[in-house]
DNA sequence: ACGATACAACGCATATATGCGTTATTCTGA
DNA sequence: TCAGAATAACGCATATATGCGTTGTATCGT
């Protein structure tokens, strides 16, 4: 029976989402950020991303991807795995 | 002028997803899973994710969040900055 | 008081990560 | 050679990360 997926329903739930861990997450970058001196508006201009975005980081409202972490060490002048150099 | 963005038109572009450092991050975990002798089907089961996510993942073809980077770290029994110590 | 600066919060668009199933292909050992 | 295991690849659903703009709020120096 292929392509069962267009006559099955079934409810979608993401179990991966960790609302802790994204909230640690952004406290850490927030850390970072501030040690440096740097406003979320250079921030996001060195690392060419908006600057709601890194409001929403920081706030731990998204579930951030590898990409933007990239993005943000390099702005950071750090290795990405500092970004994620943090206890929950 | 309010709600502005529903009056201009104008094309989306994610400027932030970089296919060279997922592929290198892909690559990187496949080593990390390889090395302790696990399937990717083991490790799907141990993280609770899907085991076409973890393929998905090593082949370079999705954007990893760092929710997900924390769930196989915990299956890894490493630290989540380990999946992130790579070089591109 | 007041203008400037920083940040929070919202509104809404598109792209895509994930969930979950199936089918196809490759690898591997007897 | 060939069956089973492992992985790749596909199909399609929902949730959400990001992009980009605006408005609201707090703080601070003058």
Not at 46 to 71: F, K, L
């Amino acid at each position: 029976m292929y392509r069962l997926c267009e006559y099955i329903h079934f409810r979608y739930v993401n179990k991966i989402r960790d609302n802790s861990y994204i909230k640690a997450f952004g406290y850490h970058l927030r850390e970072l950020r501030t040690k440096k001196e740097l406003s979320q508006e250079e921030l996001a201009y060195s690392a060419d991303i908006p600057i709601s975005q890194i409001g929403r980081i920081e706030r731990g409202e998204v579930n951030t991807t590898i990409s933007t972490i990239n993005a943000l060490a390099k702005a950071l002048n750090d290795h990405p795995k500092v970004l994620l150099d943090f206890k929950v």
